[in-house]
């Protein structure tokens, strides 16, 4: 089974516009699953409003990203658009985002979701039209429900951010460094 999922890099100013979630506490582009019936450019529009009031609107693709495990088992299949904010106001979805805030490429957080350090390097050094594949061994020995995976977190006793570094910490997660734009954004 695959997971389909959509992200937007709204750069302002030449800040990025990024997401603390509440479920880890990690960082990340406004995004989420596509839904039955969406494109992926819908579902990045449909996710970025839902969770930072923005209206956006599309400029380009910047790359396609699959992921071969997963904690629940699956593929994951997801792309980043560049986008520009048409209107709304900045405001987090309250049951999902805890923070959302621009930050410039040298004051990008550290504790960030997987795959998504690699998403923001590509989006703020003007990248377009990227296939980018990681064959990870799977965080967990058996695919698990939202509900085990937020059992297992609430039980370790470990902060939510230090236990999603545990288990989540993937190559390609590192610090940050920007290279020179190839496409200005």
Known sequence: MINMGACTAVIDDGKIL??????????CLPGGAVEDGESMAQAAVR???????LHVELSYLIGLYHRQHSWNGRAIHASCFAARSVGGQLQG???????????A????????????????????????????????????????????LYAM????GLPKAEFY???FAQPG?????ITKPRHSP
Do not use: M
Request: glycine share 6%; charged share 30%.
């Open 47 to 53: 996710e970025t409003l839902e969770e930072t009031g």
């Open 153 to 156: 977190r609430d039980q370790s």
């Open 93 to 103: 979805q309250v049951e999902e985002v805890l923070e959302l805030r621009y930050f």
């Open 165 to 167: 570094a545990q288990h």
């Open 105 to 148: 490429p040298d004051e990008i957080p550290s504790a960030l979701l997987s795959g998504h350090g690699q998403r923001i390097r590509d989006a703020l050094s003007g990248a377009c039209g990227l296939a980018r594949s990681h064959n990870t061994p799977p965080p967990f020995d058996k695919p698990l429900t939202r509900q085990e």
């Open 18 to 27: 990024l997401t603390k979630r509440e479920d880890f506490e990690v960082w």
């Open 173 to 177: 997660d590192e610090p940050l460094e």
